[in-house]
């Protein structure tokens, strides 16, 4: 609804009116957002996995368990197999999302979170992750040094991550330049839609406040409104 009333079907002349629609669809998002999505309050030991309807489960199998209690002493008494039945749906539930959970965020893994990932797959039952970094090798003048020390590690790394810059050459007189991009450039629907799905989902929001996980899954409604923003800022 407020996606709707923010976006009228004008176009785009100048500056002003593209600041315009940017905020409006800015706001109708936000707007969506306060009154639909629940805010929920992360602690230490809050689980990404865990769902309304895990909650919902549990409850109900507790509710079927004290039941069930009541009626020990009648062990042909129907209660004792809704329970466990409701046990059975619970914890398969939850095993299923916290399994689906896992390889969805291993599908969206880029190179920043292999190095996360390795951790989470190779330490041991009793550690959550690596705290070290493994013995460093690199060359010096083609020798071989393998560093073990944390400082040692740090200056590796800061050498590798960030080296000297290149000396400038004065005489650029006979550099060839590309071409001047030409006029021309036209985005399409199916290049926005793809670059939404591309988003890390859970990503912490910017100054907006909007998550990326609202732009990927409202990506059908947005696309259209998007298309002509990107089409007057080529302009």
């Known amino acids: 609804m407020h996606l709707g009333l923010a976006q009228p079907e004008e176009q785009i002349l100048n500056q002003r009116q593209l600041d315009e629609r940017c905020s409006s669809i800015m706001e109708a998002i936000q707007s969506t957002i306060r009154e639909q999505v629940p805010?929920?309050?992360?602690?230490?030991?809050?689980k990404r996995w865990w769902t309304k309807e895990l909650t919902q489960m549990r409850s109900q199998s507790n509710k079927l368990g004290r039941q069930s209690y009541r009626h020990r002493n009648k062990l042909d008494h129907v209660i004792h197999a809704q329970h466990k039945?409701?046990?059975?749906?619970?914890?398969?539930?939850?095993?299923?999302?916290?399994?689906?959970?896992?390889?969805?965020?291993?599908?969206?893994?880029?190179?920043?979170?292999?190095?996360?990932?390795n951790c989470y797959v190779t330490a041991p039952t009793t550690d959550r992750g690596k705290a070290r970094i493994p013995v460093l090798k690199y060359k010096v003048e083609r020798q071989e040094i393998s560093t073990?020390?944390?400082?040692?590690?740090?200056?590796?790394l800061a050498k590798s991550f960030f080296p000297p810059k290149p000396v400038e050459n004065a005489d650029q007189t006979s550099t060839k330049y590309p071409q001047q991009?030409?006029?021309?450039?036209?985005i399409t629907a199916e290049q926005i839609h793809k670059q939404l799905c591309k988003l890390k989902l859970y990503k912490a929001p910017g100054p907006d406040g909007i998550p990326n996980i609202v732009l990927t899954k409202c990506a059908d409604i947005l696309i259209d409104r998007l298309l002509s923003i990107y089409d007057t800022m080529f302009e």
């Open 39 to 46: 805010v929920m309050e992360l602690t230490s030991k809050s």
């Open 85 to 117: 039945e409701a046990a059975k749906r619970y914890k398969g539930t939850l095993k299923y999302n916290r399994k689906q959970h896992w390889r969805d965020w291993l599908e969206r893994t880029d190179e920043p979170d292999i190095w996360t990932a």
């Open 148 to 156: 073990r020390t944390n400082g040692k590690k740090s200056d590796a």
């Open 181 to 186: 991009c030409q006029g021309g450039i036209k």
